[in-house]
């Protein structure tokens, strides 16, 4: 089975979620609809535990953002036999925040950034991103 739009979600008997996340369309609308093929789990790690059920047959797929998947399989001792099924949308960005409520928030931030150039010209960052499978984002 592999995600190519709305109609392809019809072929799935059961699917694994996070309990409590939401979902961009068209997953969204589906889930609503189709309550009774949406097994949710919740805890710590809603991945894992939607792996165990995908893995022991419970669930026929799972939705989680890639870049914690990739993350999962690169540190994993036995890495699963799974495979990505399909992506909806673009990539969504990251963003970092300081709350203005602490004076140290705008040092810390100057910090993260002088901090991000400078291992960009080390290679540092580049040797981060691979750790988990992720890319430089400029």
Not at 72 to 97: M, S
Not at 102 to 115: G, R, T
């Amino acid at each position: 089975w592999f995600f190519s739009n709305a109609t392809s979600l019809d072929m799935i008997t059961k699917i694994g979620t996070g309990e409590g996340y939401t979902y961009d369309e068209p997953l969204y609308s589906w889930l609503k609809a189709n309550p009774d093929k949406n097994v949710a789990s919740g805890g710590d790690n809603p991945f894992l535990t939607n792996l165990g059920k995908m893995t022991s047959g419970e669930i026929d797929v799972l939705q989680e953002a890639d870049n914690i998947v990739q993350w999962h399989l690169v540190n994993a001792k036995t890495p699963p036999d799974i495979r990505q099924a399909g992506c909806q949308g673009k990539p969504k960005e990251v963003y970092f925040a300081f709350s203005p409520a602490l004076p140290e928030s705008k040092v810390l931030a100057q910090k993260l950034n002088a901090a991000t150039v400078e291992m960009r010209k080390s290679g540092e960052l580049k040797k981060v991103l691979v750790k988990y499978n992720l890319y430089d984002w400029k």
